[in-house]
């Protein structure tokens, strides 16, 4: 029975010689949160090189018409843009959204070309107007019969 009171405390004093006196509550995970921090900042970085900008619009595959009353800018292949049949850039375009009352949603019609940085950038400047809701017209799909 002494024999048994012996082991334990040899046991107790070689972890105490290897741990300190901390207890499994005390131990020190820092090191291993700051591992895994700087693992999720290199992902993160890593991640975000190279965006992928040329998004073929999609096909819809619905014939559903949004309301002639919203208004419409259109934006061409080479990246000109009329807004209601007027041509406009991207300041004069924020100029006549922020004029506009009543009016929450853009209709844009995009030429399948231009690249999706030009139509985020049209999204940023209608949503500096105040205008949060775009209609993005696409083409029908052909079916197949």
Known sequence: ?????????????LRRKLLGNKTTQEENVIPMINVVFLLL????VAGNLQPDFDVTPPFSTQMAEPPPQIPTLSVGQDG?????NRPTDLERLKAEL?????????????DAKVEALMISKIMKTAADAGILQFVLVTQRRAEAG
């Open 1 to 13: 029975m002494a024999r048994r009171i012996r082991r334990g405390s040899d046991y107790q004093d």
């Open 41 to 44: 900042m290199y992902f993160m």
């Open 80 to 84: 000109s843009m009329r807004f209601e």
């Open 98 to 110: 922020s004029r506009m009352v009543g009016h929450e949603k853009l209709k844009i019609h995009a």
